[in-house]
């Protein structure tokens, strides 16, 4: 799941960069499954991805279930505050 989300990132930055140049200012949203807040490497995926295709114009929203939250909170809340 952990390539399939960072390929998903990628794409969807490649493409909002592309649809920027023809419409402006845009947020794209990704799906992100639960478990990858609890990966080590989950913040440097999203900055990678970024890096490689943020342009300013492009909010990325990550989507992530509520449930996510209730095992673990402060931990979670300490990865979304890195990102």
């Known amino acids: 799941m952990?390539?399939?989300t960072r390929l998903v990132l990628i794409?969807?930055?490649?493409?909002?960069?592309?649809?920027?140049?023809?419409?402006g200012d845009?947020?794209?949203s990704v799906n992100t499954p639960t478990f990858l807040l609890e990966?080590?490497?989950?913040?440097?995926?999203?900055?990678?991805?970024?890096?490689?295709w943020g342009e300013?114009?492009?909010?990325?929203?990550?989507?992530i279930l509520e449930g996510s939250?209730?095992?673990n909170s402060s931990s979670s809340f300490i990865i979304?505050?890195?990102l």
Request: proline content about 2%; aromatic content about 8%; some cysteine.
């Open 80 to 82: 979304l505050k890195k």
């Open 69 to 71: 939250f209730i095992g």
């Open 11 to 23: 794409s969807a930055l490649r493409h909002s960069n592309e649809w920027t140049l023809k419409w």
């Open 2 to 4: 952990k390539p399939l």
């Open 39 to 52: 990966q080590d490497d989950f913040v440097e995926q999203v900055q990678i991805a970024e890096k490689l």
């Open 26 to 28: 845009l947020k794209v």
């Open 56 to 63: 300013s114009g492009i909010t990325i929203c990550l989507e």
